[in-house]
Structure formats: C-alpha cells, structure tokens
C-alpha cells in the first residue's frame, strides 16, 4: 500500500468562473498525487467557502477525518495554500494540529515540505496570501464608501427598490414595479395620520405587498422601513460620515 492522503479542495463564489474550478484543482491534485505515488483516500469539497475562517463544512470534516485516522494518513495535499487558508493565524494553529497528528500538507504548485527552509516559505506563503485579501478588502472598502459620496447603493436593494445600472454602469437603485408603488402607498397612508402602522401594514399587504421570497411583510420589518431614510433618497452608513443625498427615486410622499 503506498502512501495514504487526502485531498481539499474549495472554491469561493466568484472563483468558480476562473482558472481555479474544482474540477481542474481536483484534477491536479490527483496528478500531483500520481506522480508522487501517493494513494488518494477521500477527497473534501468546499464550494463557494472563504476562506477566511476554519468555519467551513468540508474542511471541518476534513480535520476530523484525520485526526480520527491518525497513524493512517501522511498528508494533505491542497492545489495552492490559499485553498487551505488565508488567514495566517489559522494556517500555523492548523498547521501544528495536523503536525501533531503526524500529517503534514502538500501544496501542487508551491514548495511545501517538513524541513525549516520548507516551514519558512509556506508561512510566507500563507502571511501574502492573508496580505493579498486584507489588500483587497480594503479596496473594496474604499470602493463602497466612494460610491456613497456619489450618492450611489451599493448594497442588496431593500424591499420597494431593485439594484440597477446607471447610464454609466455603476451601481444604483430603480424602484421595483411591482413592490414599489405600494411601498409608496405604505408611506401615503401613514402620513396622513389616520391610520396606525398595523392598520397601513394591513392595508398594503391586502393589496398585495410581499417580500421577495413570497411571504407578508413582518410588522417589524415594516416598522423598519417606514424609519428607512433611504426612501427619502438618503444614504446613511454612520461608520462612513454623514447621510449622503442618493442619486435614486425617492418613495416617500
């Protein structure tokens, strides 16, 4: 019998449009594990996991799977290390479980091996890659709180509104045609004063007012957006300055 591994395997939502499917990581994986003469006893799945946490199905399976076969298994062998994790903290803490089970990991295309030189890359390794996300992160961040200042919506449309496209491709909002005009009435009623907010709540969902996902509107969900000052055309992020005037429809009256 010839050495005994595991594969991983994961893919992030947006990856799995790139070079990094699981199909080709499964694929050099197990040519990476031919070559070397290594037995594959399982392989793990992750699809559409970060990995900026541990807290992912198949890799907890996966660490439980060797610590129950430890003595069993010698390896684990991943496409690249940001597969395994991109947080350097939680590579060297599971780094030094695996070692304790005698099992240590194997990257396809990065020189990963047990001796101090090997060690000292792969922390390297891992340290660019929490880098490389930390990087992008932040420029995400600053993306969002650009858009803001321009009054644009760059986060999931709340019920009444879709997301869309200005003329010039960046994001904004366009009221929904079906779900809109009777947020607008939502508003029109209770401003008159003559009815309470149960009263308006019942009212627009007789009419037929739902949530995207096809059930009546929550009294407490509605209390929250008859307090949205986003249908007034205001964006409000505390954490990034003061409201900013959206460049969206307003559905207030």
């Given at each position: 019998?010839?050495?005994?591994?595991?594969?991983?395997?994961?893919?992030?939502?947006?990856?799995?449009?790139?070079?990094?499917?699981?199909?080709?990581?499964?694929?050099a994986?197990?040519?990476?594990?031919?070559?070397?003469?290594?037995?594959?006893?399982?392989?793990?799945?992750?699809?559409?996991?970060?990995?900026?946490?541990?807290?992912?199905?198949?890799?907890?399976?996966?660490?439980?799977?060797?610590?129950?076969?430890?003595?069993?298994?010698?390896?684990?062998?991943?496409?690249?290390?940001?597969?395994?994790?991109?947080?350097?903290?939680?590579?060297?803490?599971?780094?030094?479980?695996?070692t304790?089970?005698?099992?240590?990991?194997?990257?396809?295309?990065?020189?990963?091996?047990?001796?101090?030189?090997?060690?000292?890359?792969?922390?390297?390794?891992?340290?660019?890659?929490?880098?490389?996300n930390?990087?992008?992160?932040?420029?995400?961040?600053?993306?969002?709180?650009?858009?803001?200042e321009?009054?644009?919506?760059?986060?999931?449309?709340?019920?009444?509104?879709?997301?869309?496209?200005?003329?010039?491709?960046?994001?904004?909002?366009?009221?929904?045609?079906?779900?809109?005009?009777?947020?607008?009435?939502?508003?029109e009623?209770?401003?008159?004063?003559?009815?309470?907010?149960?009263?308006?709540?019942?009212?627009?969902?007789?009419?037929?007012?739902?949530?995207?996902?096809?059930?009546?509107?929550?009294?407490?969900?509605?209390?929250?957006?008859?307090?949205?000052?986003?249908?007034?055309?205001?964006?409000?992020?505390?954490?990034?300055?003061?409201?900013?005037?959206?460049?969206?429809?307003v559905?207030?009256?």
């Open positions: 019998m010839g050495i005994r591994v595991v594969i991983y395997t994961r893919v992030s939502t947006k990856e799995q449009t790139k070079n990094l499917s699981l199909q080709t990581q499964k694929k994986c197990t040519e990476y594990c031919l070559n070397h003469g290594y037995e594959v006893d399982r392989i793990f799945v992750d699809e559409g996991e970060s990995a900026k946490t541990t807290a992912r199905p198949e890799f907890r399976n996966l660490m439980e799977y060797c610590r129950v076969n430890r003595g069993k298994l010698e390896a684990v062998v991943v496409y690249n290390l940001s597969r395994f994790s991109r947080n350097t903290g939680d590579h060297l803490t599971i780094r030094a479980l695996l304790s089970y005698r099992i240590t990991l194997r990257s396809v295309i990065e020189p990963t091996d047990d001796t101090p030189s090997g060690k000292m890359m792969e922390t390297m390794i891992s340290a660019i890659a929490q880098y490389e930390d990087v992008k992160a932040e420029r995400t961040k600053a993306g969002m709180k650009a858009a803001k321009c009054g644009r919506w760059t986060f999931q449309a709340p019920i009444g509104y879709l997301n869309a496209s200005d003329p010039m491709g960046k994001p904004t909002l366009t009221v929904d045609p079906v779900r809109g005009p009777l947020i607008k009435k939502a508003f009623l209770y401003a008159t004063g003559a009815y309470s907010r149960n009263e308006v709540l019942r009212k627009v969902s007789d009419l037929g007012l739902l949530t995207r996902g096809g059930k009546r509107v929550s009294a407490q969900t509605f209390s929250k957006i008859l307090r949205n000052r986003l249908y007034a055309g205001w964006i409000e992020l505390p954490q990034w300055g003061e409201a900013t005037r959206g460049n969206f429809p559905l207030t009256c």
